[in-house]
């Protein structure tokens, strides 16, 4: 029999999957709704107008956002002072609910088991893309991104000199960004990672999603809004038709890195930045 732990567990990230397909955070809904009242492109302004009606119709039926309901991207941040656990238990309370919500709401089942030959589905949207953290505090969060590919194949690594500094970063951001162009259904959300070994930069890139300013360096919270001034700039446009407003938030993350180098990757999520987060609170137990 289950414990109340997992139990927990089980349930909170259960209901937060159901939602999750059909429910912008309150943050990415407020962004495409003022870009929509500030777009002067006609043809972007059109583009953000379905956008909004689709978020609108969503709210009042089981249809998803976008018929691409992700990948399950999955953080468990594990507090030091929350105690032993047991990972293969939590890992499976987590998959347990994701595949439960999946067979409940309009989820489609978009993944294969082996990725070159055969790509046969596995009809139940499972395995999820499952990292691991240990953290301060005394709580365990579960952080899950629903991760449609076609703004994961727009995804981009570049290894950097660490001579290339702000301006490097900058002109790479842009570049992977201009690149992309209107494929990831913008405007887009860029997840940011700099620092540690190339997988790394890709794992913060991903978690930058979850991040705020508060507690940043400064200069990293001032870098980020000229990258988000910068790729605007761009001139990508809602649909990729033209207009003001190409990327809608731009969140950063960095760890240290060796001397030789600075890697940098760069995550876009498209306008739907389908993503939950369920914690659970270490005196519970």
Known sequence: MKDAFI????????????????????????????????????????????????????KESPIPLCQDTGMFWVLISIGREF???????????????????SDKAYYRKSVVSEPIFDRNNTSTNLPAVINYEMVDGQDISIKVLLKG???ENCTFLAMLRPTDGKDGVLAAVCDIVSRAGGKPCPPMFLGIGVGGTA??????????????????????????????????????????????????GVKMLFEATHIAGMPLCVSISCWADRQFEVVIKGEKR
């Open 7 to 58: 139990m927990e567990i089980e349930n909170k990230v259960f209901e937060k999957a159901l939602l999750a397909l059909r429910f912008l955070p309150e943050d990415v809904e407020r962004c495409i709704l003022n870009a929509y009242r500030d777009e002067d492109s006609p043809y972007a302004s059109a583009v953000l107008e379905a956008i909004r009606k689709n978020i609108g119709l969503s």
């Open 83 to 101: 105690g032993s656990v047991d990972l293969f238990l939590i890992e499976q309370a987590v998959e347990s609910a994701l595949k439960a919500a």
């Open 149 to 151: 590919f076609g703004s």
């Open 199 to 248: 997988d790394r930069a890709a794992f913060l890139s991903k978690k930058a999603f979850f991040s705020s300013s508060e507690s940043k360096d400064h200069r990293y919270v001032e870098l980020e809004k000229e990258i988000l001034e910068k790729t605007n700039s761009l001139g990508i446009g809602a649909g990729g038709l033209g207009g003001k407003f190409s990327v809608l």
